[in-house]
């Protein structure tokens, strides 16, 4: 038990290195690695041992410092060339998270204007970027839950807790507010086929921060919001358009058509960071797809009729008007539409 219901962190810079709770092995394992190049932390990015829009973003910027270290130590005159590569393998690993190159387009920055051995300032960068982080998740978190009525009963979707951001989280961080706050009687917390990230990763955290939980399967969704359980889907976002459509974990969309049918709000909590203004719509957003092995199979085991091919895309678009508020550290947009979404990205 803790007073903050928040106890849980998955990045971390230790000894001069990244190391990463890995988790692909959670809630069985709680294994650390320590990543020491870049190839190593894109292909932890590219293979899930972190994942979450922010936290991609954070071990990136800290892999940048690795890849620093390791390109002006090798040749301190001509680094700089060698260094874009790494920047472009780390900005590769994942392509629908905006965080990711949001991250990097702020350590290209930071070398625009270096001089000299570059470790440093990228370090004391991917510092702030993560705390950062951890400030605004608490922000939203307040901002978040003020929406939110007393005695009400949430659903969320995915992990976008501790685990998926520097800590605490973006809507797992509004529930963890409101929960503290009181207000809620009920969070549930759908699976999320085929990572399962709601029932692996979410349900850990939540137990290990003394919150209760409750599991469905992904298919109970409609069922559960007919059932006046839940007054608020809560998700978080991978990458929000200028008009204010939604790429977020595949079946948000569903759960977000199906919340507006029996009248369940619907709220998406992110950091400006993941507002992504050069992108104007959905269409425009690049869905991540994946390889058709992890529906085929659970746990490296066969599941589907052997000859079943599969289509696995990561992410889906929940338009904007199927949105009822966007929470970010800046503030709240209601009813999101590009006019507002451009006033509050200023
Ligand atoms: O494929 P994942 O696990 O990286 O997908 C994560 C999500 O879709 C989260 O909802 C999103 O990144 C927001 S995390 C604060």
Redesign the pocket.
Known sequence: MNDNHDCVRAVHWEDNALRLLDQRRLPTEEIWLTLADTAAVAAAIRD?VV??????GITAAYGAVLAARHRYRSDPLAWRQTLQADLDLLRQA?PT?VNLGWALDRVSACLDNLRGDPEAALLALARELHEQDIAANRRMGDLGAALIEAGSGVLT?????SL??GGY????GVIRSAWRQGKLNAVFADETRP?L?GARLTAWELVRDAIPVSLVVDGAVAHLMQSGQVQWLI????RIAANGDVA??IG?CTAAIVARYYGVKVMVV?PAS?VDMHTACAADIPI?QRPAEEILQLAGRPVAAPGAQAWNP??DITPAGLVDAIVTERGVVERPDATKMAALMG
């Open positions: 899930m994942r979450g829009a922010p936290a991609i994942r998270a979707h995915c992990n976008t807790g998926a951001t989280g973006t809507a797992l990572w990230q998700v978080g976002s991978d977020n974990k948000t992110a993941t991540e990561a992410f």
